[in-house]
């Protein structure tokens, strides 16, 4: 105990003294829920590089996509951004931090893993919840974040929005029916999708959370798979989060070379390996999954893209404004 | 600071009365305070010893504790000087606008942190009046550590200012007018006449600005940009924590500031009971 804590001071004491190593360092600038994921990844490309004699820090930021986005408008000097959708990388590329093609110079649109949005639900089952159509009935307390801060509500947003779209007879304004009365039953918005698992998980709120898949499988791993389970509906949206170097920041700093190869590793085997690990969908199709399949549209195909649905659903005003200020 | 002797006298409630008004103080006490410091011990220490001092050993642990202590290194000193300096000037002088730089004092009490650390986003930041001009020079402000001290060092501004400023009225000038009669000079009188009678009170004025420096969340999250292991402060690397589901870790880097509180909460009340009796 007391050698303890002596060796804590004298760490302390040790530390206190700047480092003097020079290395390169990165930023990566990234949304909630891949704190587990770059952990991996960024050990794994600096033994990489470290090989080829260079030694990289990555440095690693993460929050709400939209607040995270603000931030590097802001001036925080990140290096690369891998946030939750296209639409706040856009909105940084708006502001010349990046430039405007940036989604046409990796594959897959920018994406190297994709996800979807699943239910997480209280061990059993209780509710029988099975398909986005169980989350509208009476008496499901539905989980979800804000949609005007958080980037994986938005995905959970249009994911049931095009649901509804595509039953038999679908129409906008049947799809707007639907969110509206799934929206009835959420007690509470968090800011963020980390603070609506906790609310869920925690503080025990709530029969279904609408969660990223990634994010599901981490909460069942991290807190006991006795005490949830996955629903895994039939059909979902197609999540793509982009990632992108911030041109204006790696020109600044000379870090571009490291930065590009950064984000290229995301896509090697090795790279995708760790990203199919942490239930993300690698794009390299030869990686296997432990995924359940399910049927996945694409914001393109219902939503014409995100800049549209963003100004469509999300602005002050739009489809969302009116569904959950009508909903109260 | 209330005086006591009125309370002496006045004791004209039946013995039931005081009791009841005792226990019911006592027991919010114990549910508001020490239930809620009792439960961050028992969590930190919730999977034994071993794993709470790892937690502290952590490396953004241990970045988070040097630059809480950084912080507060930089930011106490310098309102302790500021505070000295403007409690003196307000207290013993009289000159034009004096109530307006009472007022000025007091304006980060009632600015919420959060707008405390927006003004610095729009000042430093890139699309700010500032914020441009630094980046093309290569000095950073936001999104640093010198963001985050200019940070606490706004939120913590009245704290010695506002300990003194009564105390120092209260003593009045007459001690020093007679020492300059005496001949002593300006700082002669400040260190030998003026620095005895306030000394008491500015400890109390450092601890409290110290506590806050250290706690400070709101106005420093707005500026820290979270980089792990640079910008995040031991209250910033708690609610990391908490959200990775690292419920021990985050309630051992907690204890380190409730164990803050409650040696703040120690020497506060020793230099109260000094202070009564100067």
Request: glycine share 8%; proline share 5%; aromatic share 10%.
């Amino acid at each position: 105990m007391i050698v303890r804590i002596i060796s804590t001071v004298a760490l302390l004491l040790a530390l206190a003294v700047p480092a003097l190593a020079v290395d390169v360092t990165l930023l990566n600038v990234s949304y909630d829920p891949t704190r587990e994921l770059y952990a991996d990844l960024n050990s794994a490309f600096t033994a990489q590089v470290k090989k080829k004699g260079t030694n990289v820090t990555i440095k690693q930021s993460h929050g709400g996509s939209g607040k995270q986005a603000r931030s590097v408008i802001d001036g925080l000097e990140a290096d690369v951004v891998t946030l939750a959708l296209a639409y706040d990388i856009d909105a940084i590329a708006e502001k010349g931090l990046i430039k405007a093609d940036w989604q046409k110079r990796l594959p897959h649109n920018s994406s190297p893993y994709t996800s979807t949005i699943v239910f997480l639900v209280r061990k059993g089952n209780p509710k029988k919840i099975k398909d986005w159509n169980d989350l509208v009935k009476p008496g499901i307390a539905v989980i979800t974040p804000n949609p005007k801060t958080s980037g994986g509500a938005r995905w959970n947003y249009l994911a049931a929005w095009g649901y509804a779209l595509r039953q038999p007879g679908g129409t906008e304004a049947k799809a707007k029916e639907f969110v509206k009365l799934l929206y009835k039953n959420v007690p509470v918005l968090d800011s963020g999708a980390r603070g609506s698992t906790n609310t869920f998980v925690q503080r025990g709120q709530g029969d279904v959370l609408l969660a990223w898949e990634n994010e599901a499988y981490l909460a069942i791993n991290e807190l006991g798979p006795d005490k949830y389970d996955i629903v895994t509906p039939p059909v979902s949206i197609l999540a793509e989060p982009p990632v992108a170097v911030v041109d204006k920041v790696v020109d600044r700093r000379g870090t571009r070379a490291l930065a590009e190869e950064y984000l290229k590793f995301l896509y090697s085997e090795e790279g995708q390996r760790i990203a199919a690990k942490h239930y993300y969908r690698p794009i390299d199709k030869k990686i296997p999954i432990k995924l359940s399949k399910l049927k996945l549209f694409t914001i393109d195909e219902l939503f014409g893209g995100w800049t549209k649905a963003q100004k469509t659903h999300f602005a002050d005003g739009g489809q969302f404004d009116q569904i959950y200020g009508a909903g109260k | 600071m209330a005086d006591h002797s009125l309370s002496r006298g006045a004791r004209t409630e039946p013995r039931w009365v005081r009791w009841i008004l005792t226990t019911v103080a006592l027991l919010f006490l114990a549910l508001f305070l020490v239930v809620p410091l009792a439960a961050v011990f028992s969590q930190a220490l919730d999977k034994g010893v071993a794993v709470y001092f790892a937690a502290l050993h952590e490396t953004d642990a241990l970045s988070s504790i040097r630059l809480t202590l950084l912080t507060a290194l930089v930011a106490v000193p310098l309102n302790l000087v500021f505070g000295v300096v403007a409690a003196w000037a307000i207290a013993k002088f009289s000159f034009p606008g004096k109530s307006f730089l009472i007022t000025l004092i007091d304006l980060p009490f009632s600015v919420s942190p959060v707008v405390s650390g927006l003004i610095y986003v729009l000042i430093f930041g890139l699309q700010g009046w500032l914020g441009p001009w630094l980046t093309e020079h290569g000095v950073k402000i936001l999104f640093a550590v010198p963001g985050i001290i200019l940070a606490t060092i706004f939120v913590t501004f009245p704290f010695v200012a506002r300990e003194l400023i009564p105390l120092m009225e209260a003593q009045g000038k007459d001690e020093e007018e007679a020492a300059l009669v005496l001949g002593a000079t300006g700082l002669q009188t400040f260190f030998r006449v003026t620095f005895p009678n306030i000394r008491w009170g500015i400890i109390y004025g450092v601890i409290l600005c110290n506590a806050r420096a250290m706690g400070e969340f709101g106005a420093v999250s707005v500026v820290s940009g979270h980089i792990r292991g640079s910008t995040n402060t031991i209250p910033l690397q708690v609610e990391i924590l908490y959200n990775e589901y690292n419920y021990a870790a985050a309630f051992a880097v907690a204890s380190l500031l409730a164990l803050l509180a409650v040696v703040t909460l120690i020497v506060k009340s020793v230099v109260e009971w000094k202070l009564k009796q100067a």
